[in-house]
């Protein structure tokens, strides 16, 4: 019980001494995370909208499909993205593996089938009345499809915060493609996950009480924006 002790009192003098280490830390896990949920947002969000109001062949299967890889277990993703990436793959050229680049690849892989099948949902929850409507009066797709949005916006913004705080807390792909280099791939969860195992449970904590404080905003402004839907 005293090494708990000794811990939380390590890390609280961390934290509030401002370590330069866990700030470079958790500068570059917010950067990793937020470019990855910035990209899979652009991607997603458009993918969502028309899976929702478009009739295509197979669509049964694609939101089976998005449905499906919703549970996909990051290590999977890492082992995927790291045989596309490493030297002796496709892409390897570009030198990507063990770098910033591959954790973002990971994560956005991660978040997309999560904003995809969230907008979907919430794009499927606005009355067809809203694009009609819009369509009739002259609107062109574009701008009916951003009407329709609009609607749904406080759902999408939903979407894209679960998806965000699905990857800050992702820890099998990061430690894959990263290769947790102290200085260059060390993020939060794999710091956390490096230092627990050499003993430095107060380095450990510190990193852990910042993420779960994270992960507190990100669920206080999800409740917002599910509240402000209904």
Do not use: C
């Amino acid at each position: 019980m005293d090494f708990i002790i000794e811990g939380i009192q390590k890390a609280l003098q961390l934290i509030f001494s401002l370590d330069r280490e866990i700030i470079n830390i958790v500068l570059l896990s917010l950067r990793v995370s937020l470019t990855a949920i910035i990209l899979a947002s652009f991607l997603g969000i458009p993918l969502g909208f028309l899976m929702a109001v478009k009739d295509y062949w197979g669509k049964r299967f694609s939101i089976a499909l998005v449905n499906t890889l919703l549970a996909l277990p990051t290590v999977v993703i890492g082992l995927i993205v790291y045989s596309l990436i490493s030297r002796r793959g496709p892409l390897g050229v570009f030198s990507l593996l063990y770098s910033p680049s591959a954790m973002i690849i990971g994560q956005f892989i991660l978040a997309i089938p999560i904003i995809i099948a969230l907008t979907h949902s919430a794009v499927q929850g606005v009355d067809k009345r809203i694009r009609n409507t819009a369509l009739t009066l002259g609107a062109t797709e574009t701008q009916s499809a951003w009407t329709v949005i609009k609607e749904a916006r406080y759902a999408v913004l939903a979407a894209v915060i679960t998806g965000f705080g699905r990857v800050i807390a992702e820890v099998g792909a990061a430690m894959m493609l990263g290769g947790n280099i102290k200085g260059s791939t060390r993020i939060m969860t794999t710091a956390i996950a490096l230092e627990t195992a050499k003993g430095e449970f107060g380095f450990a904590i510190a990193l852990g009480i910042i993420l779960l404080l994270i992960a507190l905003v990100a669920n206080i402004l999800l409740h917002y924006f599910q509240s402000r839907r209904v």
